[in-house]
């Protein structure tokens, strides 16, 4: 136990109060929660053992996601520079009419977020949503409302975005079903958030100043856009290769279906997210018309930012391991049975929470998150419900406190022209209301409905 509340606290202090680089942060904790784990060796070589299996840990978890997060930053930026996210996110304009554009924004930032990171996605819809407000006289905050809730919800929830592809992959559940989880438990939350926001939000907050910056990003752009359907197409294929080969698996018929083997292969994460990156890539040269050598060049700067992304993600994983290793989960295994299962979910949820407050990142207070609730549950075949459950309340958990040690407030404030007191009436209040009503739906469904 030592071992654990040492590692966990170390990691929030460095993080949080030191503002050590996330990377450095998780690496150093599981160093130090490997050589303060109960052993019989002498403490040099304990501490050599422990620096060759936190190398070996974060090598595996590297060759488990760092492909997969390197593919979805192609994807995310061929569908910016395409104009295909562009295109997407004014289909639903379109679809949902201007009466109902907070409806409509909300839409595009769930469906957007999956394959692209959640600031990106606000510098994208953030010039419609002030275009809109301009025409509606005091929605604009309840536009930049709906843009968080609808971004913020599957950024935490749906892979292969960084943190719940990692704790995905910790949790041992398919890639397929935890897209499923993310998807369907993220819908009612934001629309409870899009009902109920006017009532926090006040008919004299701001409107869409010209001192507003406007983001000129390659998502931002009045060339030539490909068609919806074509837009769709690395969003909606990798989404139904990984399904297909997870309920294909989960009916034990890949054997005898014919294809059934390239459907598993096909629906494998780097190899679903590869075709979808050839397609998100074919889409872009159909529209630009690049010459190979410079399309094919392009994809350095998506993959060079995806790089430390994937050594967060990794030293997450390491120190999710190094906690296994103390043997608390030995000493905790019963939680499940003695608490029920709501206090699972709830413990998972507060310790997100927890790490979100303390250190701002909600893709480390994943990641980190489940790294600690695995270690203290063990073996998730015991719990009482669907492991599912357990992957959506960390992610809800990871939405319930962002402040000002988070960048994605500043991100909102200072691109919707908003001071500290709006970011939070805004940014923070869609976040947590999100979390929480989400965290009581995951509660109420592993009650009524385990799964397991």
Not at 202 to 218: L, W
Not at 262 to 282: D, E, F, P, S
Request: charged share 10%; net charge neutral; proline share 7%.
């Amino acid at each position: 136990m030592i071992a654990v509340l040492g590692g966990a606290l170390f990691v929030a202090v460095a993080i949080g109060a030191l503002r050590l680089h996330p990377f450095l942060a998780l690496i150093l904790g599981a160093i130090l929660t490997g050589a303060l784990a109960p052993s019989d060796e002498a403490p040099a070589a304990r501490l050599l053992s422990t620096l060759d299996q936190v190398g070996a840990d974060f090598g595996q978890v590297v060759g488990a996601i760092g492909i997969a997060i390197a593919l979805a930053a192609v994807i995310g930026d061929c569908l910016l520079r395409s104009g295909a996210a562009d295109r997407i996110a004014a289909a639903l304009l379109a679809a949902f009419g201007p009466r109902r554009a907070a409806w409509a924004l909300a839409a595009a930032g769930y469906v957007l977020s999956v394959p692209v990171f959640f600031d990106t996605v606000f510098f994208l819809l953030i010039p419609l949503a002030r275009a809109l407000a301009r025409r509606a006289p005091g929605r604009y905050p309840l536009f930049v409302t709906a843009i968080c809730a609808g971004a913020v919800a599957t950024h935490s929830l749906v892979p292969p975005t960084p943190g719940p592809l990692g704790m995905a992959d910790q949790l041992g559940l398919p890639l397929g079903t935890a897209v499923g989880f993310g998807l369907l438990l993220g819908v009612l939350p934001v629309t409870v958030v899009l009902l109920a926001a006017p009532l926090w939000l006040q008919p004299g907050d701001p409107a869409p100043g010209p001192e507003a910056p406007e983001p000129s990003g390659p998502g931002r752009t009045t060339a030539k856009r490909p068609g919806l359907v074509l837009s769709l197409l690395p969003v909606v294929l990798p989404v139904a290769l990984m399904s297909a080969a997870s309920a294909l698996t989960a009916s034990g018929l890949a054997d005898s279906l014919p294809g059934g083997g390239w459907i598993l292969a096909l629906g494998h994460r780097n190899a679903a997210l590869l075709v979808a990156a050839a397609a998100a890539a074919a889409i872009v040269w159909r529209v630009r018309r690049p010459s190979l050598a410079k399309l094919l060049g392009s994809f350095g700067n998506a993959i060079s930012e995806a790089g430390p992304i994937i050594l967060i993600t990794a030293a997450g994983g390491a120190f999710g391991r190094a906690l296994a290793g103390t043997g608390i989960a030995g000493t905790l295994a019963g939680l499940s049975g003695e608490g029920g299962g709501p206090v699972v979910l709830l413990l998972a949820a507060g310790i997100a929470a927890v790490l979100k407050i303390a250190q701002g990142s909600g893709t480390v207070a994943i990641l980190t998150g489940s790294a600690i609730v695995t270690s203290m549950v063990g073996d998730l075949s015991t719990l009482a419900f669907h492991p599912g459950y357990l992957f959506a309340a960390i992610g809800f958990g990871s939405m319930i406190a962002s402040w000002m040690n988070d960048s994605g407030f500043w991100v909102v404030g200072r691109m919707a022209g908003f001071g500290e007191a709006d970011t939070f009436r805004t940014w923070t209040a869609a976040a947590a209301t999100v979390g929480v009503l989400g965290l009581l739906q995951v509660l109420l469904l592993a009650t009524l409905l385990p799964l397991g």
